[in-house]
């Protein structure tokens, strides 16, 4: 059995193309989707996201905004443009590039966002109402592999799904989107003992633990769907340089059903959902 690829550039086009339409019904009324992206210090992954994200905006026809700083700024200037976003109505969004250097707080940074403009869903007003299965922003990864499986009719109910990472950004809520689309759900982590046994049980696997193709094919159940968020750089070998995910695709895609591959899988559909919160709270701005 071979995989069925899961399409992220395919599904991302799609998407985006509908959300054009929107933004040109939202700007004849006077309320075109803006995205402000902060950028601090010279990470060149960093650099690359933000100018991916706004050239993503500029295809869609939204407005954007960015501001980079050196490394070494003071907090509280980025703190202060911030205030003046949240305060600017042509903004709908605000996005803060992670990682921050380390004399950030970056708690402190991504709290000050207006709760409506926090498009990255990081804020812990939108992490609460997730929680609870409130209207809210998603973060934008999980809520990408949630558009995956609706778009290729994969029925969450009932299924087992186990997800290998916890972090805030990815681990915990894409398990409570599972949770709230009512599969059963197993977190696992760097203390999971046996984390092969809790795969292998898996109809749904997501990876997103930021070790290059940790997840190998022996730990896949036959026929499992299996989103691989990670996006890891190859060392040495012959391979060196080309970017691979958490899960040993080559090996995987042999034994999965479904298979998000790296590159072009989870990324531009990380992207997209940003440019949907975006959106929506663009067009939550024309009801206030």
């Not at 804020?123 to 990864?141: D, Y």
């Not at 990408?144 to 969450?156: N, P, R, S």
């Not at 059963?184 to 809790?198: E, I």
């Amino acid at each position: 059995m071979t995989a069925q690829i899961l399409d992220g550039n395919a599904l991302a086009q799609k998407l985006r193309a509908g959300f054009k339409v929107r933004a040109e019904a939202l700007a004849a009324q006077g309320a075109r989707p803006g995205l402000a992206v902060i950028l601090v210090g010279e990470n060149a992954a960093s650099q690359v996201y933000v100018r991916n994200k706004v050239n993503a905006c500029a295809q869609a026809g939204f407005y954007s905004e960015k501001h980079a700083y050196a490394p070494d700024v003071v907090p509280q200037v980025v703190l202060d443009k911030i205030a003046e976003l949240n305060a600017d109505p042509k903004i709908h969004g605000i996005l803060v590039q992670l990682p921050l250097p380390k004399h950030f707080n970056a708690d402190a940074v991504l709290e000050a966002i207006a709760p409506q403009k926090d498009v990255d869903g990081f804020r812990a007003e939108n992490v609460g109402a997730l929680m609870q299965g409130k209207r809210c922003f998603i973060p934008c990864t999980p809520y990408g592999a949630m558009k995956f499986f609706e778009e290729a009719g994969i029925t969450v109910k009932g299924k087992e799904a186990v997800i290998v990472g916890r972090s805030n950004i990815v681990g915990k809520p894409m398990a409570m989107l599972l949770m709230h689309a009512g599969a059963t759900v197993t977190v696992c982590h760097s203390q999971t003992r046996d984390l092969k046994a809790h795969c292998l049980r898996a109809d749904i696997l997501v990876a997103a633990i930021g070790k290059a193709k940790m997840i190998t094919g022996d730990m896949i159940k036959p026929g499992a769907v299996v989103i691989d968020v990670g996006i890891n750089r190859i060392s040495e070998g012959p391979d060196a340089g080309k970017l691979c995910g958490d899960v040993d695709f080559a090996a995987a895609k042999e034994v999965a059903g479904f298979i998000t591959p790296v590159p072009g899988g989870v990324g531009p559909m990380t992207i997209t959902m940003l440019l949907a919160n975006t959106l929506e709270s663009a067009e939550r701005s024309l009801s206030t």
